[in-house]
């Protein structure tokens, strides 16, 4: 069993209602914090309805549904996660908002107690320095929608000591996931190999290779993905991955990270994909 009984999870969006729910599932009691009360309602009621399905699939049992529910409790203040063993932030892709909430975390949490992000590619050596405790900070990526992919990306930084990635792997085990290490460059590993193809994709739509329908089709029946990767980026979120792929561009410093003009102007659009109801197809 793992040492840690009682994680915070900060930001209740599309990755953190799925993290607070993995562990309160795999019996962690959990804290579960966001700025904005609808927000955080919006969470409990895809909790809710996430859990139902497991159910519903018989993955599940019915007490075990209640039991998981139970042990996540919503708040709008940040001291709640004071007593946490482990702090697991999901708030947006921003590395100032981070570097402000690891620094608030760090006076406040105990001595011992980890601070992880969940972000997709801002340094987690950065993140850590804006602390006094960048041995006990790490990234845990973990891959949208949570209950279901089964990959944690554990992110060492510079500073990130042996015991703390030992903890975090405990953890991830724990909640019936794998943790694969790497080391903190921009991007990590899943999305500096995911991104770039995301953005070619794009690529072959502005020069008008194909129709979003071909390209996803081919990428599905001829590489076995189970899905192409512009419904893939509607997914994600095509703002999220323009974040990424700057990031990637700046940090790297390599022109093949250059985000495509036409990832640009949709962004622009406010096409975001899913989450706006338009991107490179219509919901
Ligand atoms: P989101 O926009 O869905 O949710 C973010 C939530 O954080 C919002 O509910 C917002 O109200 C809240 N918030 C903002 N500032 C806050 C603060 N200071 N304190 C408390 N709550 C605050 O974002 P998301 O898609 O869940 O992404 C969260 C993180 O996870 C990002 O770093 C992102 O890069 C990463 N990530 C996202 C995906 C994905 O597919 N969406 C996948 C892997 C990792």
Redesign the pocket.
């Known amino acids: 069993m793992s040492d840690i009984q009682y994680v915070a999870v900060?930001?209740?969006?599309?990755?953190?209602n799925g993290i607070a729910h993995v562990l309160g599932k795999y019996g962690l009691h959990v804290t579960l914090?966001?700025?904005?009360r609808g927000?955080l309602d919006r969470a409990l009621a895809t909790i809710e309805n996430n859990l139902a399905r497991e159910v519903a699939k018989a993955k599940l049992d019915q007490d075990g549904a209640h039991a998981a529910r139970a042990r996540i409790t919503p708040t709008v203040k940040?001291d709640d996660a004071a007593p946490a063993d482990l702090v697991i932030e999901?708030?947006?892709?921003n590395r100032t908002?981070k570097q402000e909430?690891f620094r608030r975390l760090d006076a406040m949490l105990q001595p011992e107690a980890l601070i992880a992000s969940?972000?997709?590619s801002i340094s987690i050596t950065e993140l850590a320095a804006a602390t006094s405790r960048p041995d006990r900070c790490l990234g845990l990526?973990?891959?949208?929608p949570v209950p279901i992919m089964r990959l944690v990306e554990l992110i060492r930084g510079l500073a990130t000591s042996d015991l703390t990635a030992a903890r975090a792997q405990q953890l991830v085990h724990r909640i019936d996931k794998t943790p694969v290490e790497v080391r903190d460059f921009p991007g990590f590993v899943s999305n500096r190999v995911l991104m770039p193809m995301i953005n070619e994709a794009i690529f072959c739509v502005l020069e008008g290779v194909g129709k979003p329908e071909a390209i996803d089709e081919i990428m599905k029946l001829g590489m076995a993905h189970p899905m192409g990767p512009l419904a893939l980026a509607d997914f994600?979120?095509l703002d999220?991955c323009l974040n990424i792929m700057e990031v990637m561009h700046q940090g790297l410093g390599d022109p093949k990270f250059r985000p495509c003009p036409l990832l640009r102007s949709m962004v622009a659009a406010g096409w975001l994909g899913r989450k706006s109801g338009r991107g490179f197809y219509s919901y």
């Open positions: 900060i930001g209740a969006g599309t990755m953190g914090c966001d700025s904005d927000a940040l999901a708030i947006p892709e908002l909430l969940n972000t997709s990526h973990f891959m949208n994600i979120g999220t």
